[in-house]
């Protein structure tokens, strides 16, 4: 399993040998380790705000590409098995095929959104899903339903681990 760094450099020495340059980059992974505003990123880097967000989001799929298996395992049968038999073992929860939950994560709405973003703990967000096994590991995730969807509508409605 590879750490986020090491999937951040293997990333990195691939994006420098394309079409990103040196101050592009830090620039991009400065954002994904402030959470810096885009004007500000674009008034201390000479970088438009639309440019600094096509290149958020190339290096946030490189980085999706490049780590997601070797951090999350692929869906089999076998792999359910074992989980159910772990589930089993550690908590006496037989049939247990992993832990499943939703996380709201605070956003601005976006323009014309109306209220698809606002939750019911009154915020506007977009839900994280995620299932993990008996060892606290992730198996499944989806990012990106809107806030005002629960998440059993996420679950029968967003191709749920069909990836």
Request: with cysteine.
């Amino acid at each position: 399993m590879l750490s986020l760094i090491a999937c951040v450099a293997l990333v990195v020495a691939r994006l420098i040998g394309g079409t990103i340059r040196w101050v592009a980059l830090i620039c991009r992974l400065k954002f994904l380790a402030t959470g810096e505003e885009f004007n500000d990123m674009h008034l201390n880097y000479y970088r438009g705000a639309t440019t600094i967000a096509k290149t958020i989001r190339l290096v946030c799929n490189a980085i999706w590409d490049r780590c997601l298996r070797q951090n999350m395992p692929e869906i089999t049968q076998q792999l359910f098995e074992e989980i159910s038999a772990d589930f089993d073992k550690k908590a006496n929860f037989p049939n247990c095929l992993g832990a499943i939950d939703g996380k709201h994560i605070r956003i601005r709405s976006p323009a014309n959104s109306g209220s698809l973003f606002y939750n019911y703990k009154g915020y506007n967000s977009i839900v994280l899903l995620a299932i993990t096994d008996s060892k606290h590991r992730f198996i499944y995730v989806d990012i990106g339903a809107y806030g005002k969807e629960s998440d059993s509508t996420i679950s029968t409605t967003r191709n749920f681990m069909t990836h």
